[in-house]
T-cell receptor, first 118, second 114 residues
């Protein structure tokens, strides 16, 4: 069965520090998708990035970057020069193959609560 | 463009009662998924609907049910509520629900069972 592990339950850093959120996944599928979502206090999950299993290119979007390594089954997320507004719970998720082709189900990690202190 | 709208945002019920939660997806989206979020179990998949058909179901008891209407709006129902059903219920929509597609989430309905 698919599984996502986010070993860091809580991280607290001072503003402007760099911070990396770890994500390790398990799957027997050869084709799969990985996601990162951000959950602010309002509750909704905000999509950050999607990566499919055939694309190991690292991605950078402003202060955010993602490092996907199939060899270690990891999909880590780094925030550079963190800001107070980055404070939220961050979830890593794996798209599980559905029995019925096309139907999607996400398997989420337990989340990492990130607090950026001024 | 309006996002995913969930109602009610907060509700309190007592054990044994039943509850219905509503989700209006983004206009044009035909797939609606439901997730339960609790401190202990985290985020867990409940079910997914596409064009009024349930295509995928998580590992939840039969007390949890859902449906989707022809306008893609969805409802989920929990009967005979238990204390452990207290959770944030999140609805997500996507164009087709296709494997690997981006999900757009609502702010959730926070259910408290007393």
């Amino acid at each position: 069965a698919q599984k996502v592990t986010q070993a860091q339950t809580e991280i607290s850093v001072v503003e402007k520090e760099d911070v990396t959120l770890d994500c390790v996944y398990e799957t027997r599928d050869t084709t799969y998708y990985l996601f990162w979502y951000k959950q602010p206090p309002s509750g909704e999950l905000v999509f950050l990035i999607r990566r499919n299993s055939f694309d190991e290119q690292n991605e950078i979007s402003g202060r955010y970057s993602w490092n996907f390594q199939k060899s270690t089954s990891s999909f880590n997320f780094t925030i550079t020069a963190s800001q107070v507004v980055d404070s939220a719970v961050y979830f890593c998720a794996l798209s599980e193959t559905a029995i019925i082709q096309g139907a999607q189900k996400l398997v989420f990690g337990q989340g990492t609560r990130l607090t950026i202190n001024p | 463009k309006a996002g995913v709208t969930q109602t009610p945002r907060y509700l309190i019920k007592t054990r044994g009662q039943q509850v219905t939660l509503s989700c209006s997806p983004i206009s044009g989206h035909r797939s609606v998924s439901w997730y339960q979020q609790t401190p202990g179990q985290g985020l867990q998949f409940l079910f997914e609907y596409f064009s009024e058909t349930q295509r995928n179901k998580g590992n939840f008891p039969g007390r949890f049910s859902g449906r989707q209407f022809s306008n893609s709006r969805s409802e989920m129902n929990v009967s005979t509520l238990e204390l452990g059903d207290s959770a944030l219920y999140l609805c997500a929509s996507s164009w087709t629900g296709k494997y690997g597609g981006e999900l757009f989430f609502g702010e959730g309905s926070r259910l408290t069972v007393l």
